[in-house]
């Protein structure tokens, strides 16, 4: 279904370079999420007194952040097909820093919470505006190569991010959080105002619009599989982001700060992954790289179950083999993605909002299983394991659905 040329226009970057505008400007939308969601995390304690909600009320505001970010794609997908890129990612960085200016004059825990919905909702147009663009202007396999360096945004502003929530809670109070993510939002906002090219028109609408995309992409045994690599592949890191703080902290004995660490230097891994991808992918093609990523994470998740039987010797049995998971991942996703939004690029919106929805609730269930399976446990071997049921996964998907996987094994 990648057979269409797309139409040459005055928005195409020239195929033989890197057009490092334009990615920095789809970088800085995909952060918006990532941003919004961590950097409120370190003054959730405070805001329980403030609003006198208790604990568990208060966690909604991430929780339900989550779901939002997660139930929005399907909805962005979709309308950023119909209307346009342009106007679907204006408006969504529009609401993101309207609800952002509104949590600041909330009095209650639940309009409070409603306001993050709302930021989430907004922001979830970044991420998929983000990879429709790509698909619009690139070719396949470039196309891989530029979410690899897209992606590193949903790394670094995760890892930033609540370091800068906590000194800006500790030096001004909570409010300056919202006040500094409305500031970003406008940055950005105004930037893809002058420079976020319309990419829709590149393909002629689908004769049968949404319906007919959706109901094409969900019996697509090539999407299908591309989906499952991605949010499978990716569930290793939310199982140990689920049950990694138990290992550390509870039967490690280690400080948050320790695991914080360690934690930041596997997510070194996932980067260089994706750098590699930005640079190989089209030398080697969607699903050979895939399949590489793939080799990584088993050899991974292998090492991590015999290491953890080690656990005595600290973070570093479960920490060290998740580089090379993580680096595996970093290659997989964009490739996967990629994958996923060519299989009918006329809809690449709704590819991208689905796949979305999917790679989050997968990677939420994951996170629940890993807190669940490590609650009571000795060792980091029930983490190991789940990690390992998520790869097994991921190369029944890569090898049943994935195209030309069988005929591409032969690195």
């Not at 820093?97 to 919905?117: K, Q, Y």
């Not at 979305?356 to 190991?384: D, N, Y």
Request: aromatic share 8%.
């Amino acid at each position: 279904m990648d057979s269409m040329p797309p139409r040459e226009d005055h928005h195409a970057p020239a195929r033989d370079h890197t057009p490092w505008g334009l990615l920095s400007l789809l970088m800085a939308m995909t952060a918006i999420g990532p941003l919004a969601l961590n950097i409120l995390v370190p003054a959730l304690p405070k805001l329980s007194a403030v609003f006198a909600a208790d604990a568990h009320t208060i966690q909604l505001a991430v929780s339900l952040f989550l779901v939002g970010l997660a139930v929005a794609q399907l909805l962005v997908g979709p309308l950023a097909d119909r209307f346009g890129r342009r106007p679907v990612a204006l408006g969504g960085l529009v609401l993101t820093a309207v609800a952002s200016m509104a949590a600041i004059v909330t009095d209650s825990a639940g309009m409070f919470i409603v306001t993050r919905v709302l930021q989430a909702f907004g922001a979830a147009t970044g991420v998929v505006v983000g990879r429709a663009v790509i698909r619009d202007l690139f070719d396949r396999d470039r196309s891989a190569a530029m979410l690899g360096l897209v992606t590193t945004a949903m790394v670094v502003a995760p890892m930033v991010s609540p370091l800068l929530g906590g000194i800006l809670d500790t030096a001004f109070g909570w409010r300056a959080i919202f006040l500094f993510v409305a500031a970003a939002v406008v940055t950005v906002l105004v930037w893809a105002a002058i420079r976020l090219p319309e990419t829709r028109d590149r393909h002629p609408a689908s004769p049968g619009g949404f319906l007919a995309d959706a109901r094409f992409l969900l019996v697509s045994p090539a999407f299908n599989g591309h989906v499952l690599c991605a949010a499978f592949g990716s569930a290793t890191f939310f199982a140990l982001l689920g049950g990694g703080p138990y290992i550390v902290i509870t039967q490690m004995g280690r400080s948050s700060m320790e695991y914080g660490i360690w934690f930041a230097i596997s997510s070194l891994g996932y980067m260089s992954g994706n750098f590699a991808a930005s640079r190989l992918s089209m030398r080697h093609g969607l699903e050979r790289m895939i399949l590489i990523g793939l080799v990584l994470e088993v050899v991974g998740v292998v090492l991590t179950i015999i290491f953890s039987f080690a656990h005595a010797y600290g973070p570093a049995v479960v920490f060290l083999p998740q580089i090379i998971i993580a680096f595996g991942n970093g290659i997989m996703l964009p490739n996967s993605i990629a994958g996923a939004i060519s299989v009918r690029p006329q809809a690449a919106g709704t590819a991208s909002g689905v796949l979305g929805f999917i790679q989050m609730a997968v990677g939420a269930g994951f996170a629940q299983l890993g807190g669940i399976v490590i609650a009571h446990a000795a060792t980091p071997v029930p983490v190991a394991l789940l990690m390992g049921a998520a790869v097994a996964v991921f190369a029944v998907a890569f090898f049943w659905l994935v195209p030309s996987a069988k005929a591409k094994n032969d690195i």
